[in-house]
């Protein structure tokens, strides 16, 4: 199982391709099986290579107590990096690790080569962001925990922690009800990163204040779903960062790798491909 | 190398039985679906893949077998027909 330790931590990582470095940021609470299961890691690695891990505290990464902000895991992603022997790197990073994609471009300007920004939400442009306890994927959890006796209402979407606290907390009657709701594995993800401070850590600001990251000049693309709760933020990183395009995945929300998985495949291969300089030739087909 | 598919069920049933530090205890038969009844998460599919390339001595394109499962609108599967892909894949590859 390849492996690799940074600083004592071991992270799970896979690796394709030959080419120019492209590293894949999942979510919180996902893991990097999510690549190869939209296809994304095979597609790319035809003119990349491709490295995706599991963040800390996800898939067969280590689970640290601490240490989950956006600024914690660019350090991480840089480390890796480092110890991979990986070059400037294309950073794709979905919802948080999208987040983390773009800190690594403040804090590490020179590792990074460009950033695929897909349906990041990012604690220092909230402002921004007022209707996302209407987004229907959280109504449905909402109604998921209700269900199970959580008491979740429309302004916790924030509060992951909260959420996390609650799921580890329940009675043992209720755990089963929510573990039948939700599913045994991400009742287990949930129950493993409330142990942490990751719940919490994910929702600081971390020093990527608005300033930050408007001052990212690295080509970029916003890539969100045509429906995702988050175009308010699609729109400020395409209207104010330095070099940053913006494409909506079709008939998508917040997830839109998984909701239309050939027409995001497409998208990301192809603006990839311009950013790293490369001709648009033999391309691997699942086009929108 | 020729093997049957009911040795492969074996083999992945015994690989399964203790999959890194979880036991399962259950019946595993091809019936078996992977994530409803095991209850194993996507990224144990993909650890799972690299643990069968260990016990058979080669590479196998375990990226068809996910893109795959990728596409299924419920996504999970039957042991069976990891069982048939490894079959497919131990005789032709």
Known sequence: MPRVTVEGMK??????????????LHGVSGNMAIWPLINLMPALAANFRVTAYDLRGHGYSDTPPSGYTSADMAGDLVKLQKALGLGPMYVLG???????????????????????????????????????????????????????GLEVTEEDWFDVGQLFKQTANLPAERYEMFRKELGIAAMDRLTRLAATTCGDDVKAVA???????????????????????????????????????MALVPKAKHRAHEENPPAYVALVQKHLREMAGIAQGHCMGGAA | ??????????DVA??????????YSGDIDSNTRFFGDLGLASIDAVVLGETLEEHY?????????MADLGRRAVRDIPLGELVSFLHQHLETD
Not at chain 1, 11 to 24: C, K, N, S, T
Not at chain 1, 115 to 130: A, I, K, N, Q, W
Not at chain 1, 132 to 144: A, F, M
């Open chain 1, 11 to 24: 992270f799970y990582y896979q690796q394709a391709g030959e080419g120019p470095d492209v590293v894949l």
């Open chain 1, 94 to 148: 979905h919802s948080f690790g999208g987040v983390i994609a773009l800190h690594a471009a403040v804090l590490y300007p020179e590792s990074i080569a460009g950033l695929v920004l897909s349906d990041p939400y990012f604690p220092g442009l909230r402002h921004l962001e007022t209707r996302v306890g209407q987004w229907s994927g959280w109504q449905e959890y909402k109604e998921q925990a209700n269900r199970a």
């Open chain 1, 207 to 245: 020093g990527l204040t608005e300033e930050r990251i408007r001052s990212v000049r690295h080509p970029a693309l916003a890539l969100y779903g045509e429906e995702s709760p988050f175009l308010a933020t699609c729109r400020y990183l395409t209207e104010n960062l330095a070099n940053c395009r």
């Open chain 2, 1 to 10: 190398m020729s093997m049957t598919k009911d040795e492969i069920m074996n």
């Open chain 2, 14 to 23: 015994s690989v399964l039985r203790n999959f890194n530090g979880r036991e």
């Open chain 2, 57 to 65: 001595g080669r590479k196998l394109p375990f990226h068809l077998f």
